[in-house]
């Protein structure tokens, strides 16, 4: 499956944004969605993962609450809604897709991913 993320920007802190990850190639509701992000000289980063059909989602530390995630299987898309935006969410990120049966925080659980999109948040 290829996937394609988009959305990302700059926004203030407090501010809002949903990235969008458009899926092609493969039945898109046989994949876990993931979404992982890289801030500049940081360790890659668990930020969410949403099951096949939306039933359910896990986040990464302190995520919960200001994230939340959910998937279009109609429109093979999948969303990372960020909300009351920190300087510390500043970074890329990436979605991605898992065959693993639950949601998994590890990156090697996922077969595809997107080419990253960049989040700015100004203080």
């Known amino acids: 499956v290829q996937l394609q993320a988009s959305g990302g920007g700059l926004v203030q802190a407090g501010g809002s944004l949903r990235l969008s990850c458009a899926a092609s190639?493969?039945?898109?509701?046989?994949?876990?969605m993931g979404w992982f992000r890289r801030a500049p000289g940081k360790e890659r980063e668990f930020v969410a993962a949403l099951t096949r059909f939306g039933g359910s989602a896990i986040f990464g530390d302190s995520l919960k609450g200001r994230f939340t995630c959910s998937r279009d299987n109609a429109k093979n898309t999948a969303y990372l809604q960020m909300d009351n935006l920190k300087p510390e969410d500043t970074a890329v990120y990436y979605c991605?897709?898992?065959?693993?049966?639950?949601?998994?925080?590890?990156?090697?659980?996922?077969?595809?991913w997107g080419q990253g999109t960049l989040v700015t948040v100004s203080s």
């Open positions: 190639g493969r039945t898109f509701n046989n994949y876990i």
């Open positions: 991605a897709a898992s065959q693993t049966p639950v949601p998994r925080s590890t990156s090697t659980a996922y077969d595809y």
